[in-house]
């Protein structure tokens, strides 16, 4: 798309408008399919110029990036800002670019040789070779474009990427920039205004991988599960990419339990269809079965033309009823926390050794779920919690949404875009339990009520089978969206942002809150998705006093008498604000940063964690599980 087709309100900052394909199928080895990484350290620099524009205007993707002026090493995956001890570009709005080289194997070129981008925060545009191969608009969801036509096969080719992370009213998250003249400023101020309570890092933040298929090839695979007895019903379907002539090729599939061993398998005449799996082995939380939880199994297609996939997943069922939420049919009560994509240096940038420890870390505090507060998390993560029995509540970026702006026609386009990336790319989860459409939006607006009811019917025609909420900040009677809802999801910070400091009136508050959302909505089990106090760690006072590790214990102590007590009835989990500290933009009233985690950002646990570690873990011995 050329510059002059871009919204004249977006070309200050260069923005671009997405047209890009997401990514759904992750990227795998097989017999057909050769997957490089083109992670690494990239040349890197930044748009400093007064309308972040000079960029586009002289063209940098048409040369080595470093010809348009000094670059430096930037690693691939992070997020740019804390990298380098400049403030400069830690705080930078605007675009920012990357290039670095590959190489193409020569056999690839009668294949499809493909591009994938895991996540790259906000708006990006790719070329190959000076040639546009693709562009997309939001972070945290993969995208990826076929680049034969601009690759080289004889030679080196040039990847550059620019990435522009400027939040609007119909970004997701939204924000707003303020534009500031006159002597008291330096020329050509503005200052981005965020709506959402996190740092708004950016850069390439996953990996960037070269792939090859055949030219028919597997393009999508959806599976979902039912349960008869000790049976596991599979059913799947698959679509096909690509051309094969006048006749339609073969398709055989196959079902591989978790040590590889074929357990059925046969060709198909349709593409989609049911196989049994006999005597099968469920998947289930790591608190609900001990002894076997996250039991993942793969399901192969094999094309005649040539093409080999595998994807993985669970036998599982889940529902929410008026008073639980079911897995497989028995009760799940969620011990849980609320997270961030977020540590030192890397910022949000995939880090395998993080993933490690926070699943340690995770399993250490008892805990059997988390929600992707507040946007997806990277696939890797994803992974380990289908392997390891962990549950998530898979969150959309919609954090934020506050204003009237941000609920018009072409934010609710982009909103549903996303949930549908998000549904493609989350689907074949056993660990995904519920989609959450927003965090915290102003659902008290009469705006809200016909968008929110059109996001949450878009994302039930994409998946039927799992329950749908979002968090919501408001009164049950003033909130016009949770009658949309399969369970009811609230943050709740009594003690701390209202009537701060006094615990002594959590219990009568909290008490009085669920009873007027029962009242209300009695068809609907609640979810506490948030409440927590900031905590400074090794920070101590007796008695007790806000900031110090023992108000933390103290706060939290009244919530679970609270949960205790409704727990029996309809409350089907509690999830802590935080699970460990994370970084947030500058401002008074954030005098630690506002990092509230019962985890410290080096993930060591505070005087909370080992609180909320012996009540987790006592819970989960009073609550079902299976042999």
């Known amino acids: 798309m050329a510059a002059e087709c871009l919204p004249p309100s977006l070309l200050i900052l260069g923005l671009a408008v997405s047209v890009a394909c997401a990514g759904s199928l992750y990227p795998r080895d097989s017999e057909s399919r050769v997957v490089k990484t083109l992670d690494g350290m990239w040349d890197f620099r930044a748009d400093y110029s007064n309308s972040r524009n000079d960029s586009f205007q002289h063209s940098w993707w048409s040369q080595p990036l470093s010809a348009s002026g000094d670059v430096m090493p930037m690693p691939v995956p992070s997020s740019y800002n804390d990298i380098y001890n400049d403030k400069a570009l830690r705080d930078f709005v605007g675009w920012v670019w990357y290039e670095t080289q590959f190489f193409v194997p020569s056999d690839w070129r009668d294949q499809r ?35 034969n036509s601009a690759v080289n096969f004889n030679g080196p080719n040039r990847l550059t990427v620019a990435v522009n992370n400027t939040l609007l009213a119909t970004t997701l998250p939204p924000g707003s920039l303020s534009f500031h003249g006159g002597a008291k400023y330096p020329p050509h101020y503005f200052v981005q205004n965020v709506q959402m309570d996190f740092f708004n890092y950016a850069g390439i933040h996953r990996h960037v991988h070269l792939y090859v298929t055949p030219r028919v090839y597997v393009d999508d695979v959806t599976i979902t599960t039912s349960i008869n007895g000790n049976n596991g019903e599979v059913n799947y379907t698959i679509t096909l990419g690509g051309s094969s002539g006048d006749s339609p090729p073969g398709v055989e599939i ?94 949000k940038g995939l ?36 392997q390891q029995g962990v549950v998530v509540i898979d969150e959309s970026p919609a954090v934020g949404i506050k204003k009237a702006e941000n609920f018009g026609a072409v934010s609710l386009s982009h909103h549903k875009d996303v949930m549908t990336e998000l549904v493609q790319r989350d689907k074949n989860r056993p660990s995904v339990v519920m989609w959450s459409v927003a965090n915290e939006p102003s659902s008290n607006m009469h705006q809200a009520e016909p968008y929110f009811k059109d996001v949450i019917q878009h994302t039930r025609q994409l998946d039927p ?36 400091g006094h615990t002594e009136v959590i219990q009568g508050h909290l008490s009085d809150d669920l009873k007027s959302w029962r009242n209300k909505h009695h068809d609907k089990p609640i979810l506490i998705t948030e409440y927590g106090a900031d905590t400074i760690a090794g920070m101590h006072e007796e008695p007790s006093f806000v900031f110090t590790e023992e108000y933390q214990t103290d706060f939290m102590s009244e919530y679970h008498k609270t949960f205790d007590t409704y727990r029996a009835q309809y409350l089907v989990g509690e999830m802590v604000w935080n699970f460990a500290d994370f970084m947030t933009v500058e401002g008074v009233r954030r005098v630690v940063g506002n990092r509230k985690g019962v985890l410290t950002r080096q993930r060591q646990p505070k005087a909370a964690g080992h609180l909320l570690r012996a009540r987790y873990l006592k819970v989960a011995n009073t609550t079902w599980h299976t042999t």
């Open 351 to 386: 880090d395998y050794p993080l993933i490690a420890r926070d699943f340690v870390m995770i399993k250490w505090l008892g805990a059997n779920c988390f929600r992707t507060s507040h946007y997806p998390y990277s696939e890797e993560m994803m992974d380990q919690a289908d």
């Open 465 to 500: 089978t799992r329950p749908i909420t979002f968090a919501t900040m408001h009164a049950a009677s003033d909130d016009r969206v949770v009658q949309f809802v399969d369970v009811i999801s609230i943050n709740r910070y009594y003690g701390w942002y209202t009537d701060t």
């Open 254 to 347: 196959s079902v591989e339990d978790r040590d590889g061993n074929t357990v059925t398998s046969h060709p198909v005449t349709s593409l989609t269809g049911t196989v049994e799996v006999n005597n099968a082995r469920f998947w289930w939380p790591w608190t609900m079965k001990p002894s076997d939880p996250g039991y993942m199994y793969t399901l192969k297609v094999n094309v005649s033309t040539g093409d080999v996939y595998r994807q993985m997943f669970g036998i599982r069922t889940v529902q929410a009823t008026d008073s639980q939420l079911l897995i497989n049919s028995k009760p799940f009560y969620c011990l849980g926390v609320a997270k961030h994509e977020d540590a030192d240096i890397r910022g």
């Open 113 to 147: 040789v493909m591009l994938r981008l895991g996540s790259a925060h906000y708006y990006s545009v790719v070329w190959v070779n000076g040639q546009e191969v693709m562009r997309h608009d939001g972070g945290h969801l993969p995208f990826e474009g076929e680049v």
